[in-house]
């Protein structure tokens, strides 16, 4: 049996396994707030990791995202939490294709100087407005002149394979897998896929079996859901323990490392 699962049964967590979750969230929402107010977010966010034996989280915007919210508000709040404990915090930055070019570009420079390294979409939630539409395209090129890792609710296949092709250098994630991914997953070396979906039993067992466990990502959606409910996709899994330190936290850890945003507490600890 697994030794990884094991002691999760056993209610030790996971002692010696880096865990990173790869796609929370903070802030305002359409159906209401996941905190109250940042400190809360901060001690909140804090008490759940520490709970589940997470090391560090990536962490999305909220209700910002949407459309005729304004993002840069969401950003500001994004910079001051991931400031208030960087080594536990990972922040991914915002903008809404929408805006005017100069203000997309404006907002990416400037959240840029605030030591931000990856972007969130989702511009499936905005208008739908297009995966190569102008003002997307050139945030993919200010990701890779900059060295900038790029998560997307989703993107369609067809559009995300020409995106991955004309950006290379740009690793780009799914925030949400589904297995219609995995031709492009296995032909594409900067695509990956957040785990996070309520798939049909074995889905995750499939994916390594197809794709390959380098390329997926933990991922719980919190503070909208329950961190458990992501780790238990990974650790209840039929894969290797090797499969599943991959996908609990090393392979997201490399994927930060390239752009300089792994916490550098976190490259020590686990000897990356």
Known sequence: MSDILERWRAGEGLPGVLVIDGHT?????PTGATFESLD???????????????????????????TGQDYTLGNDAL????R?????????AHVNPNDRLEGVQAELERVWAAGLRCIKLINAY????????????????????????????????????????????VDFVFAHYGSHQDPLLR??????????TLGPPGFLE??????????????????????????GLVVYADISDD????????????????????????????SL
Do not use: T
């Not at 809360?40 to 910002?64: E, K, P, R």
């Not at 466990?213 to 458990?228: H, I, R, T, V």
């Open 187 to 196: 032909e594409f070396p900067n695509l990956c896929a957040n785990i996070w």
């Open 243 to 270: 499969a599943k330190r991959l996908i609990l936290g090393i392979n997201q850890a490399r994927l930060l490392d390239k752009v300089g945003a792994l916490p550098q507490a976190l490259r020590q600890q686990h």
């Open 25 to 29: 969230h903070i802030g305002a929402w």
């Open 79 to 82: 910079i001051e939490f991931v």
């Open 206 to 231: 499939r994916g390594v079996r197809g794709v390959g466990p380098e390329k997926f990502l933990f991922g719980s959606d919190a503070f909208m859901n329950p961190m458990s409910v992501g780790i």
């Open 40 to 66: 809360a977010a901060v001690a909140g966010s804090l008490a759940a990791m520490d709970a589940h034996g997470v090391d560090a989280a990536c962490v999305l915007g909220g209700g910002y995202m949407g």
């Open 126 to 169: 905005q208008q739908n407005y297009p995966a190569q539409g102008p003002n997307l395209m050139a945030v993919y090129r200010f990701a890779a002149e900059r060295g900038m890792l790029v998560i997307n609710h989703s993107w369609p296949n067809d559009d995300i394979a020409a995106i991955a092709r004309q950006f290379p250098s």
């Open 84 to 92: 208030r404990v960087p080594d536990r915090f990972i922040g991914f």
